[in-house]
């Protein structure tokens, strides 16, 4: 069952800037439960940890290859996690996914779970 929906993403130019979103696919599920991140996976290789934000939106943490351009956020009242990316990169052209983190470190992406299907984000040369 999906319960995250990732929505924003498309084609933009190199230097460009994105913003996609996360929300809460129903009323039941509610992302203030839980520290929220953002993950990505490019073709061909394993998913990679991009950035997560705690419950009150107080911390945030960064994967190294985007700190510095990317920013998480996060509205509680709209159940919802964005993630703004300046700029982009071709090598940030991935698959990017939401998900709630359910302990551990948040640099693994193997512990996140309730994954979005993701939203596809390409950057051109």
């Known amino acids: 069952q999906v319960q995250l929906v990732e929505a924003g993403g498309g084609l933009v130019q190199a230097g460009g800037a994105l913003r996609p979103s996360c929300a809460a696919s129903g009323r039941t599920f509610k992302t203030y439960n839980y520290p929220m991140g953002w993950l990505r996976q490019a073709p061909g290789k394993e998913r990679e940890f991009v950035a997560a934000i705690t419950r009150s939106g107080g911390t945030t943490y960064y994967g190294d290859s985007v700190k510095g351009r990317f920013t998480i956020s996060r509205d509680n009242a709209k159940n919802t996690v964005y993630l703004q990316r300046n700029s982009l990169k071709p090598e940030d052209t991935a698959v990017y996914y939401c998900?709630?983190?359910?302990?551990?470190?948040?640099?693994?992406?193997?512990?996140?779970?309730?994954w979005g299907q993701g939203t596809q984000v390409t950057v051109s040369s």
């Open positions: 998900a709630a983190h359910l302990g551990g470190t948040y640099y693994n992406p193997g512990n996140y779970g309730y």
